[in-house]
Protein backbone atom coordinates (compact mmCIF):
# COMPACT_ATOMS: atom_id res chain seq x y z
CA UNK A 1 0.00 0.00 0.00
CA UNK A 2 1.21 3.52 -0.76
CA UNK A 3 2.50 5.12 2.06
CA UNK A 4 0.62 8.51 3.09
CA UNK A 5 1.42 11.94 4.77
CA UNK A 6 -1.18 13.56 6.73
CA UNK A 7 -0.18 16.93 9.45
CA UNK A 8 -0.58 15.65 12.62
CA UNK A 9 -3.15 17.81 14.11
CA UNK A 10 -5.47 20.36 13.36
CA UNK A 11 -8.21 22.48 15.12
CA UNK A 12 -11.44 23.66 12.95
CA UNK A 13 -14.88 25.64 14.33
CA UNK A 14 -18.19 24.15 14.56
CA UNK A 15 -19.67 24.93 11.81
CA UNK A 16 -17.04 25.73 9.27
CA UNK A 17 -16.02 23.41 6.39
CA UNK A 18 -12.94 21.19 7.95
CA UNK A 19 -9.98 20.35 4.67
CA UNK A 20 -7.90 17.44 6.24
CA UNK A 21 -5.28 17.48 3.33
CA UNK A 22 -2.78 13.85 2.57
CA UNK A 23 -0.10 13.10 0.41
CA UNK A 24 0.56 10.14 -1.28
CA UNK A 25 2.83 10.73 -4.13
CA UNK A 26 3.94 7.06 -4.71
CA UNK A 27 0.15 5.62 -5.06
CA UNK A 28 0.01 3.00 -7.91
CA UNK A 29 -2.40 3.17 -10.42
CA UNK A 30 -4.72 0.43 -8.61
CA UNK A 31 -4.74 2.00 -5.31
CA UNK A 32 -7.54 3.38 -4.31
CA UNK A 33 -7.61 6.31 -1.70
CA UNK A 34 -9.45 5.99 1.65
CA UNK A 35 -10.53 7.58 4.69
CA UNK A 36 -11.34 6.10 7.96
CA UNK A 37 -11.73 8.54 11.36
CA UNK A 38 -11.41 6.88 14.80
CA UNK A 39 -13.38 8.83 17.69
CA UNK A 40 -11.79 8.00 21.02
CA UNK A 41 -12.46 4.54 22.08
CA UNK A 42 -13.60 3.03 19.65
CA UNK A 43 -13.20 1.32 16.34
CA UNK A 44 -12.57 3.30 13.31
CA UNK A 45 -15.48 4.39 10.83
CA UNK A 46 -15.33 3.99 6.94
CA UNK A 47 -15.98 7.38 5.80
CA UNK A 48 -15.61 7.67 1.88
CA UNK A 49 -13.08 6.48 -0.73
CA UNK A 50 -11.97 6.96 -4.58
CA UNK A 51 -9.80 6.11 -7.50
CA UNK A 52 -10.30 8.69 -9.05
CA UNK A 53 -13.07 10.94 -9.49
CA UNK A 54 -14.06 13.47 -7.02
CA UNK A 55 -16.90 11.45 -4.42
CA UNK A 56 -19.28 12.50 -1.93
CA UNK A 57 -21.63 10.69 0.40
CA UNK A 58 -23.69 11.68 3.08
CA UNK A 59 -20.88 12.05 6.04
CA UNK A 60 -17.92 13.94 3.58
CA UNK A 61 -16.36 14.77 0.12
CA UNK A 62 -13.15 13.57 -1.54
CA UNK A 63 -11.49 15.59 -3.35
CA UNK A 64 -8.58 13.39 -5.74
CA UNK A 65 -5.49 15.40 -7.83
CA UNK A 66 -5.60 14.95 -11.44
CA UNK A 67 -2.21 13.23 -11.01
CA UNK A 68 -3.76 11.46 -7.88
CA UNK A 69 -0.43 12.42 -5.79
CA UNK A 70 -2.89 14.15 -2.84
CA UNK A 71 -6.24 14.34 -1.73
CA UNK A 72 -8.44 16.20 0.46
CA UNK A 73 -11.49 14.96 2.60
CA UNK A 74 -14.07 18.03 3.41
CA UNK A 75 -15.95 17.75 6.37
CA UNK A 76 -18.28 20.06 4.31
CA UNK A 77 -20.33 21.51 8.45
CA UNK A 78 -17.77 20.09 11.47
CA UNK A 79 -19.90 19.62 14.59
CA UNK A 80 -18.33 18.82 17.83
CA UNK A 81 -19.10 15.04 16.84
CA UNK A 82 -16.30 14.90 14.27
CA UNK A 83 -13.84 15.62 16.98
CA UNK A 84 -11.65 12.25 15.86
CA UNK A 85 -8.64 10.88 14.19
CA UNK A 86 -8.83 10.99 10.61
CA UNK A 87 -6.63 7.92 8.81
CA UNK A 88 -6.00 8.09 5.11
CA UNK A 89 -4.58 5.09 3.63
CA UNK A 90 -4.01 3.82 0.01
CA UNK A 91 -5.57 0.27 -0.47
CA UNK A 92 -5.37 -1.73 -3.36
CA UNK A 93 -8.70 -2.81 -4.16
CA UNK A 94 -7.62 -6.48 -3.88
CA UNK A 95 -5.38 -6.21 -0.92
CA UNK A 96 -4.99 -8.46 1.91
CA UNK A 97 -4.59 -5.78 4.98
CA UNK A 98 -4.65 -2.45 5.69
CA UNK A 99 -1.74 -0.53 6.86
CA UNK A 100 -2.60 2.55 9.48
CA UNK A 101 0.00 6.02 9.47
CA UNK A 102 -0.49 8.54 12.10
CA UNK A 103 -3.70 9.65 11.19
CA UNK A 104 -4.91 13.48 11.92
CA UNK A 105 -5.82 14.07 14.99
CA UNK A 106 -9.02 16.90 14.64
CA UNK A 107 -10.56 19.09 16.90
CA UNK A 108 -13.43 20.78 16.22
CA UNK A 109 -14.26 23.87 18.25
CA UNK A 110 -17.36 25.21 19.49
CA UNK B 1 -24.79 -3.63 6.58
CA UNK B 2 -21.40 -5.15 7.19
CA UNK B 3 -21.75 -5.18 10.52
CA UNK B 4 -18.62 -6.69 12.85
CA UNK B 5 -19.72 -7.01 16.35
CA UNK B 6 -16.71 -7.34 18.92
CA UNK B 7 -17.02 -8.93 22.55
CA UNK B 8 -15.95 -8.32 25.39
CA UNK B 9 -15.91 -4.07 25.01
CA UNK B 10 -14.02 -3.98 28.08
CA UNK B 11 -11.96 -6.83 30.42
CA UNK B 12 -10.03 -6.89 33.23
CA UNK B 13 -8.01 -9.91 33.93
CA UNK B 14 -4.94 -11.11 36.30
CA UNK B 15 -1.59 -11.52 35.57
CA UNK B 16 -0.63 -15.18 34.23
CA UNK B 17 -4.43 -16.07 32.79
CA UNK B 18 -6.15 -16.27 29.30
CA UNK B 19 -8.78 -13.83 27.62
CA UNK B 20 -10.59 -14.52 24.58
CA UNK B 21 -12.11 -11.91 22.30
CA UNK B 22 -14.79 -12.66 19.99
CA UNK B 23 -14.89 -11.20 16.58
CA UNK B 24 -18.06 -12.03 14.21
CA UNK B 25 -19.44 -10.60 11.25
CA UNK B 26 -23.18 -10.47 11.41
CA UNK B 27 -24.66 -9.98 8.11
CA UNK B 28 -21.82 -11.21 5.51
CA UNK B 29 -19.17 -13.97 5.81
CA UNK B 30 -15.72 -13.31 6.10
CA UNK B 31 -13.05 -15.31 5.23
CA UNK B 32 -10.31 -13.18 6.28
CA UNK B 33 -10.25 -10.82 9.31
CA UNK B 34 -7.86 -8.97 10.70
CA UNK B 35 -6.74 -8.15 14.45
CA UNK B 36 -4.99 -5.10 15.58
CA UNK B 37 -3.52 -3.57 18.63
CA UNK B 38 -3.50 0.26 19.88
CA UNK B 39 -1.52 1.58 22.86
CA UNK B 40 -2.35 4.91 24.24
CA UNK B 41 -2.19 8.04 21.89
CA UNK B 42 -0.82 5.89 18.83
CA UNK B 43 -2.00 4.25 15.82
CA UNK B 44 -3.29 0.91 14.88
CA UNK B 45 -0.71 -1.56 14.50
CA UNK B 46 -1.68 -4.97 12.78
CA UNK B 47 -1.51 -8.06 14.72
CA UNK B 48 -2.00 -11.12 12.37
CA UNK B 49 -4.36 -12.07 9.20
CA UNK B 50 -6.81 -14.40 10.28
CA UNK B 51 -7.49 -16.62 7.35
CA UNK B 52 -10.72 -19.22 7.58
CA UNK B 53 -9.82 -22.71 8.10
CA UNK B 54 -6.22 -22.16 7.81
CA UNK B 55 -3.54 -21.07 10.27
CA UNK B 56 -3.18 -17.24 10.80
CA UNK B 57 -0.81 -14.70 9.65
CA UNK B 58 1.41 -12.98 11.92
CA UNK B 59 3.61 -9.89 11.90
CA UNK B 60 6.71 -9.43 12.44
CA UNK B 61 7.34 -9.61 16.39
CA UNK B 62 3.87 -10.57 17.28
CA UNK B 63 4.28 -14.00 19.23
CA UNK B 64 1.82 -16.45 17.77
CA UNK B 65 2.05 -18.66 20.59
CA UNK B 66 1.11 -15.92 22.77
CA UNK B 67 -1.99 -14.61 20.62
CA UNK B 68 -3.78 -17.21 19.78
CA UNK B 69 -6.12 -16.69 16.79
CA UNK B 70 -9.11 -19.10 15.88
CA UNK B 71 -10.99 -18.40 12.52
CA UNK B 72 -13.52 -21.82 12.86
CA UNK B 73 -16.61 -20.47 10.40
CA UNK B 74 -16.84 -18.02 8.12
CA UNK B 75 -18.48 -15.28 10.67
CA UNK B 76 -16.44 -15.55 13.82
CA UNK B 77 -12.47 -15.22 14.65
CA UNK B 78 -11.71 -15.42 18.03
CA UNK B 79 -8.39 -13.90 19.47
CA UNK B 80 -6.67 -15.48 23.21
CA UNK B 81 -4.65 -13.55 24.90
CA UNK B 82 -2.54 -16.25 26.93
CA UNK B 83 -0.90 -16.12 30.00
CA UNK B 84 -1.16 -12.41 29.97
CA UNK B 85 0.66 -9.50 31.54
CA UNK B 86 0.60 -5.84 32.34
CA UNK B 87 2.46 -4.84 28.76
CA UNK B 88 -0.38 -6.90 27.33
CA UNK B 89 -2.81 -4.50 28.44
CA UNK B 90 -4.09 -2.82 25.12
CA UNK B 91 -6.91 -2.09 23.06
CA UNK B 92 -7.56 -4.81 20.33
CA UNK B 93 -9.61 -4.20 17.52
CA UNK B 94 -10.75 -7.07 14.73
CA UNK B 95 -12.03 -5.90 11.02
CA UNK B 96 -13.00 -7.81 7.86
CA UNK B 97 -13.47 -6.91 4.29
CA UNK B 98 -16.96 -5.08 3.62
CA UNK B 99 -18.11 -7.45 0.91
CA UNK B 100 -18.15 -5.80 -2.73
CA UNK B 101 -15.58 -4.56 -5.00
CA UNK B 102 -13.26 -1.79 -3.50
CA UNK B 103 -15.82 -1.34 -0.38
CA UNK B 104 -12.34 -0.83 2.64
CA UNK B 105 -13.01 -2.80 5.90
CA UNK B 106 -15.65 -2.77 8.60
CA UNK B 107 -14.05 -2.53 12.18
CA UNK B 108 -15.45 -3.98 15.53
CA UNK B 109 -15.52 -1.42 18.39
CA UNK B 110 -12.62 -2.97 20.20
CA UNK B 111 -11.62 -4.87 23.63
CA UNK B 112 -10.01 -2.42 26.15
CA UNK B 113 -7.99 -5.09 27.98
CA UNK B 114 -6.37 -4.52 31.11
CA UNK B 115 -4.07 -6.82 32.78
CA UNK B 116 -3.52 -6.43 36.49
Known sequence: DAKTTQPTSMDCAEGRAANLPCNHSTISGNEYVYWYRQIHSQGPQYIIHGLKNNETNEMASLIITEDRKSSTLILPHATL?????????????AGNKLTFGGGTRVLVKP | GA?????????????????????????????????YRQFPKQSLMLMATSNEGSKATYEQGVEKDKFLINHASLTLSTLTVTSAHPEDSSFYICSARRPGQGNGYTFGSGTRLTVV
Do not use: N
Request: aromatic share 10%; hydrophobic share 35%.
Open chain 1, 81 to 93: RDTAVYYCIGEKA
Open chain 2, 3 to 35: VVSQHPSRVICKSGTSVKIECRSLDFQATTMFW
